[in-house]
């Protein structure tokens, strides 16, 4: 057979694995095991509008937009969260109250739930309302990561008696991960003038989408998962969370140059992604800045892309490590070139990479492959967050939950010091503002940007999730 031949064939072999693997998530998932964070199959989608990225009318829309009258999340439902979803859209909050705590009983780990039922507990009365913009209809579980953080602080905020008595509510919007949408989101959330603030979006590309919209009507948002550095200062009214890609860069070249004693990489990116671009474009910055440099880059975008070819490229032109500063839309791509790496060089990632299907498709290949991401659970053992978010979903979370959870919580801050909108962004960018995160004191630098280091992890073999294989904190760096 020839190379080209064999080449072929490998390729359908891998793509054939990661659908069977993807068939093995979902059958642990649906079996209700516990796993990284609760979830669901990796990059599971649900169909969109048949109106596609055009613009949709302000009925369809509104559909997309829920405080519990409707329900978002396309899992089969409980029937008493049927039921609530109901007698949320009569108005019948007590009755609603009941099937909600009933369905948490049977379901604890539904962020969805757990907010509609904080709402319903609020009924008619005054109440502080943010928007929580999240990609139910592009990467679900990402969603519900991001939900589950939202819905504990809201949770925690409300049981507590409120901001200064008032209660907390939460309108989840769904917009696809997809920046048109997320535009025409923004633009319903900032023309409801009850909305007083907004957690979202998901990537960097529909956060940038977004702010367009919130820099017009001067409503807040706070990012909790968008790291492309183009958000830095992109308008006083956006903030972030999480830390830009020039943390994750850094980190990750001072572990290639000094830990790894490496000096020569291979970077593999999406050029149809903001996030994607940026981590490559501050790495590549970090490494010659650190005395390393790029000898070659692989875009997952380009039609050709062949892992198996690329990879055997990068060798052939000297690399001794290779950056994955993959996506969620190319995690599929990536996880080829970990199985056809097949740990000949050491891997790198970015936060894009930290999903179930690495543990699940990556396997063996991925062992010890280093990420850098915003937060670990087991990180820091001195914080409360690990045990509270445990003992509430009945699962470990992501960081992706105690980043969002940090977002509300900052919200819940800037509410409790002046609750307009105007007021919040006044508040979070005030030299003296402080509040206490699940990752540790949440201030933010003038351009809206957290300043706060990232961690490493790795991937280990070990017992903490279904798939045999877990992300483990590097230590001591």
């Given at each position: 057979m020839s190379k080209k031949n064999e080449t072929v064939v490998l390729v359908l072999s891998l793509l054939i694995t990661i659908g069977l693997a993807g068939a093995g998530i979902w059958w642990l998932t649906s079996r209700g095991g516990i796993n990284l964070g609760g979830l669901l199959p990796q990059n599971q989608t649900f169909p969109k509008s048949a109106t596609g990225n055009s613009p949709q009318s302000e009925q369809a829309i509104q559909q997309r937009l829920s405080g519990g009258q409707k329900q978002l999340i396309p899992q089969p439902a409980t029937t008493t969260k049927q039921a609530a979803v109901q007698a949320i859209a009569s108005g019948n909050y007590n009755a609603a109250i009941s099937d909600l705590q009933a369905s948490l009983n049977t379901n604890r780990n539904d962020p969805e739930a757990l907010i509609y039922l904080n709402n319903a507990r609020i009924g008619a009365q005054k109440s502080y309302t943010i928007a929580a913009a999240v990609p139910i209809g592009g990467d679900l579980n990402a969603a519900l990561e991001m939900l589950r953080g939202v819905a504990q602080a809201q949770n925690e905020i409300n049981q507590s008696g409120g901001i200064s008595g008032t209660p907390l509510k939460v309108i989840i919007a769904n917009d696809d991960n997809n920046p048109e949408m997320a535009a025409q989101i923004a633009t319903a959330l900032a023309n409801n003038s009850e909305i007083l603030a907004v957690i979202g979006h998901f990537a960097s590309d529909t956060t940038l989408a977004a702010s367009k919209i919130y820099q017009q009507k001067q409503l807040v948002a706070i990012s909790p998962t968008s790291t492309s550095v183009e958000l830095?200062?992109?308008?006083?009214?956006?903030?972030?969370?999480?830390?830009?890609?020039?943390?994750?860069?850094?980190?990750?070249?001072?572990?290639?140059?000094?830990?790894?004693?490496?000096?020569?990489?291979?970077?593999?990116?999406?050029?149809?992604?903001?996030?994607?671009?940026?981590?490559?474009?501050?790495?590549?910055?970090?490494?010659?800045?650190?005395?390393?440099?790029?000898?070659?880059?692989?875009?997952?975008?380009?039609?050709?892309?062949?892992?198996?070819?690329?990879?055997?490229?990068?060798?052939?032109?000297?690399?001794?490590?290779?950056?994955?500063?993959?996506?969620s839309a190319t995690i599929d791509q990536a996880l080829q070139v970990v199985q056809v790496n097949a740990k000949r060089l050491p891997l790198l990632a970015g936060d894009g990479a930290y999903t179930?299907?690495?543990?699940?498709?990556?396997?063996?290949?991925?062992?010890?492959?280093?990420?850098?991401?915003?937060?670990?659970?087991?990180?820091?053992?001195?914080?409360?967050?690990?045990?509270?978010?445990?003992?509430?979903?009945?699962?470990?979370?992501?960081?992706?939950?105690?980043?969002?959870?940090?977002?509300?919580?900052?919200?819940?801050?800037?509410?409790?010091?002046?609750?307009?909108?105007?007021?919040?962004?006044?508040?979070?960018?005030?030299?003296?503002?402080?509040?206490?995160?699940?990752?540790?004191?949440?201030?933010?630098?003038?351009?809206?940007?957290?300043?706060?280091?990232?961690?490493?992890?790795?991937?280990?073999?070990?017992?903490?999730?279904?798939?045999?294989?877990?992300?483990?904190?590097?230590?001591?760096?």
């Open positions: 830095s200062g992109v308008a006083k009214n956006i903030f972030r969370t999480v830390p830009s890609d020039r943390f994750a860069a850094n980190a990750l070249s001072r572990y290639m140059v000094g830990k790894l004693q490496k000096q020569k990489a291979a970077v593999f990116f999406n050029s149809a992604s903001s996030y994607s671009k940026s981590l490559k474009d501050e790495f590549t910055t970090a490494i010659y800045g650190d005395g390393g440099q790029i000898v070659s880059e692989f875009d997952f975008a380009n039609g050709n892309f062949n892992a198996a070819d690329s990879v055997k490229s990068a060798i052939a032109q000297g690399a001794e490590v290779i950056l994955l500063a993959s996506n179930a299907k690495t543990l699940q498709i990556g396997g063996a290949g991925a062992t010890d492959m280093v990420l850098a991401v915003p937060w670990h659970i087991l990180a820091d053992p001195q914080s409360n967050f690990p045990q509270t978010s445990k003992q509430l979903w009945n699962a470990e979370v992501s960081w992706r939950t105690a980043l969002a959870y940090d977002a509300a919580i900052a919200l819940i801050v800037g509410l409790g010091r002046n609750p307009t909108r105007t007021g919040i962004q006044q508040a979070l960018s005030a030299s003296d503002f402080s509040a206490k995160g699940a990752s540790g004191p949440i201030r933010f630098l003038p351009s809206g940007d957290r300043n706060r280091a990232v961690q490493l992890v790795t991937v280990k073999p070990g017992n903490r999730t279904s798939y045999g294989y877990e992300f483990v904190p590097i230590s001591g760096l």
